[in-house]
T-cell receptor
Framework: GQNIDQPTEMTATEGAIVQINCTYQ??????LFWYQQHAGEAPTFLSY????GLEEKGRFSSFLSRSKGYSYLLLKELQMKDSASYLC???????????FGAGTTVTVRA | NAGVMQNPRHLVRRRGQEARLRCSPM?????VYWYRQLPEEGLKFMVY????????ESGMPKERFSAEFPKEGPSILRIQQVVRGDSAAYFC???????????????????FGPGTRLTVL
């Protein structure tokens, strides 16, 4: 299996920046996904990284370093609606199931 | 274009009863995945199905749990003789293609349904 670690909780103020780290140990790495999940709702796709580097998409950016087994999700200009759980998930070669971390609950305060 | 549909959204069962969870994939998707999410834990893969075929059920308990995805109709996750430990949120996801993503997108993005929250009394 894959070991995927991310912090349990983070708190930040509206307008600030928060970085959620994710480390993983896997063989045959074939991509890392970030999902957002509001309480009681479905996870929704945020980003996908398979090559090293930064992928920017509006207020959200995701970074990957395959050699370090490390990714982060950067949330900028935080809004109250960004309060949610953020899930890091890894895909491996010749496999289709996603292996998820436990999720990071981000709380945005006014 | 409707997303992944799951019903019921909430299901309460007493120990020993059966639970049936339904999932209708997005239009045009023929690959369905079931995940279970226990409180304070991440999503855990259970089973991957294509129409009329179970491709991988390695994450599903051998006893009491079964899944199907018939030619017509939704995918069904069935839990027989439920126990309190089965209480969880069960999410279904669907994708347009199966297998692993290759290279840099497009990839095998899985779209998730809203989940069924099963409570066993």
């Amino acid at each position: 299996g894959q070991n995927i670690d991310q912090p349990t909780e983070m708190t930040a103020t509206e307008g600030a920046i928060v970085q959620i780290n994710c480390t993983y140990q896997t063989s045959g790495f074939n991509g890392l996904f970030w999902y957002q999940q509001h309480a009681g709702e479905a996870p929704t796709f945020l980003s996908y990284n398979v090559l090293d580097g930064l992928e920017e998409k509006g207020r959200f950016s995701s970074f990957l370093s395959r050699s370090k087994g490390y990714s982060y999700l950067l949330l900028k200009e935080l809004q109250m609606k960004d309060s949610a759980s953020y899930l890091c998930a890894v895909s491996v070669s010749n496999d289709y199931k996603l292996s998820f971390g436990a999720g990071t609950t981000v709380t945005v305060r006014a | 274009n409707a997303g992944v549909m799951q019903n019921p959204r909430h299901l309460v069962r007493r120990r020993g009863q059966e639970a049936r969870l339904r999932c209708s994939p997005m239009k045009g998707h023929s690959h369905v995945y079931w995940y279970r999410q226990l409180p304070e834990e991440g999503l855990k893969f259970m089973v991957y199905l294509q129409k009329e075929n179970i491709i991988d059920e390695s994450g599903m308990p051998k006893e009491r749990f079964s899944a199907e995805f018939p030619k017509e109709g939704p995918s069904i996750l069935r839990i027989q003789q439920v126990v309190r430990g089965d209480s969880a949120a069960y999410f279904c996801a669907s994708s347009q293609v199966g297998g692993s993503p290759s290279g840099r997108g497009p990839y095998n993005e899985q779209f998730f349904g809203p989940g069924t929250r099963l409570t066993v009394l």
